[in-house]
C-alpha cells in the first residue's frame, strides 16, 4: 500500500510498515515543517492513505470537504513504540480495502473505520 506518515508518526510505525512491503513517505524527510493541507495534498497527489497523530486532519474532511485518499488517526497511548507499531501494521493489513475511502481511527478502545463521500 502506498502511505504517507505525517511528522508527527513515530519512527517505529515508519520502519515497521516498510519492513511490511509498503511505500512509505516519511514528510518529516521530505517537507518537514509543511502545513496540513499541503500534506493532505502530497496524499492525494500520490494515492496514498495518510498516517497521522495530528486530530486536525478531521477538521479538513469533515469540516472544510476537503479531498482525500484515506486518513488513518492513530491516537494509542500506554504502549511502547513497538506495540504501536504492531498494531498500526495489523490494521493496513486487515482493512486495506477500506482505508483509501474513510477517515479511520486507531484508539486503546478499538478500531473505527467511517467511510467518507468525497466532496
Request: charged share 25%.
Amino acid at each position: 500500500m502506498n502511505l504517507v506518515a505525517d511528522e508527527s508518526l513515530l519512527g517505529a510505525i515508519i520502519d515497521r510498515l516498510r519492513a511490511d512491503g509498503h511505500t512509505v513517505r516519511a514528510i518529516r524527510d521530505t517537507n518537514g515543517g509543511a502545513p496540513d493541507t499541503d500534506v493532505l495534498t502530497i496524499a492525494v497527489n500520490e494515492h496514498a492513505v495518510l498516517l497521522t497523530q495530528d486530530k486536525d486532519f478531521g477538521e479538513l474532511v469533515f469540516r472544510n470537504r476537503l479531498t482525500h485518499t484515506g486518513i488513518v488517526l492513530i491516537r494509542l497511548t500506554g504502549m511502547s513504540a513497538d506495540d504501536r507499531a504492531q498494531l498500526v501494521s495489523e490494521v493496513i493489513r486487515d482493512h486495506a480495502n477500506e482505508l483509501p475511502t474513510a477517515f479511520t481511527v486507531v484508539s486503546n478502545n478499538g478500531v473505527r473505520i467511517r467511510p467518507v463521500t468525497p466532496p
